[in-house]
């Protein structure tokens, strides 16, 4: 299952209640089972607390009161009363006004929640970074003249101990016999495992080793009479060398 992506772009408006409707339903939906996002949120929201406390004290001139009485008197009310805002909405509203106070609050929270928002990703990013695990090494082998749309991988695990080998678009074989792999080091050829193909020309097998895979300097896949050879003795279907 794909994991959701993060919703930080989203997180200063929704704790401001400016969200259309569409991103309010995708961010709650979000942080409903995110809790990187909660806590990211719940940062936003003590800034926001602390707006008032962000701003110096000082003396207004007289005047400015005035302005701010008129502003605020009520308007004669129209036929259908409109939904009340909530605070949020209304300290939105008021920072999108001319006073200076305001446009210095409003310049403290964007610095306040960038600063919030760098943090949260620097944390995530060194939990991304303990969390992934080591990518498993991969040998890939070609097909010969004798199966030129064969494909093979061999997914080898990290410790290099043993692996498994995935194949595809090999011929199917009667039941008298079976493919092979080989394992080459040094002229020595080990049989790596046998098996045999669906009717896709798909498969795997479970690659058994002596010795770390990593070790070895070549791989190749022979026909061999079912069970097994001690040595290749078939036609050479899929190979690759180090």
């Known amino acids: 299952m794909a994991t959701q992506p993060h919703v930080i772009e989203l997180l200063p408006a929704y704790t401001l209640d400016c969200l259309d409707e569409e991103e309010f339903v995708l961010a709650s939906e979000h942080l409903a089972a995110c809790p990187d996002c909660r806590t990211e949120l719940r940062a936003y929201q003590a800034v926001a607390d602390q707006l008032a406390l962000a701003v110096p004290d000082a003396q207004p001139p007289a005047h400015l009161k005035r302005?701010?009485?008129?502003?605020?008197?009520?308007t004669r009310p129209a036929a259908s009363t409109p939904a009340r805002l909530s605070w949020w909405q209304q300290l939105a509203a008021l920072m999108q006004r001319t006073t200076p106070v305001w446009g210095l609050i409003g310049l403290v929270l964007i610095v306040?929640?960038?600063?919030?928002?760098l943090w949260l990703w620097q944390q995530v990013s060194r939990s991304q970074d303990v969390s992934r695990p080591e990518q498993m090494p991969t040998i890939l082998l070609t097909?010969?003249?004798?199966?030129?749309?064969a494909t093979g991988l061999l997914i080898v695990s990290i410790d290099g101990q043993h692996g498994t080998l995935v194949v595809?678009?090999?011929p199917t074989l009667d039941p008298e016999r079976e493919y092979?792999?080989?394992?080459?080091k040094d002229?020595?050829?080990?049989?790596?495992?046998v098996f045999s193909v669906s009717r896709d020309g798909y498969g795997s097998v479970w690659v058994k080793s002596p010795q770390p895979l990593s070790s070895y300097t070549s791989f190749g896949i022979t026909i061999e009479p079912a069970?097994?050879?001690?040595?290749?003795?078939?036609?050479k279907v899929l190979g690759t060398s180090l």
């Open 227 to 235: 069970g097994g050879s001690p040595g290749p003795t078939g036609e």
């Open 112 to 117: 306040a929640l960038a600063a919030s928002n």
């Open 143 to 149: 097909g010969t003249e004798a199966a030129p749309q």
């Open 187 to 193: 002229g020595q050829r080990t049989s790596g495992g």
């Open 168 to 170: 595809d678009r090999l």
């Open 180 to 184: 092979q792999l080989w394992l080459v």
């Open 67 to 74: 302005q701010l009485m008129a502003r605020l008197q009520p």
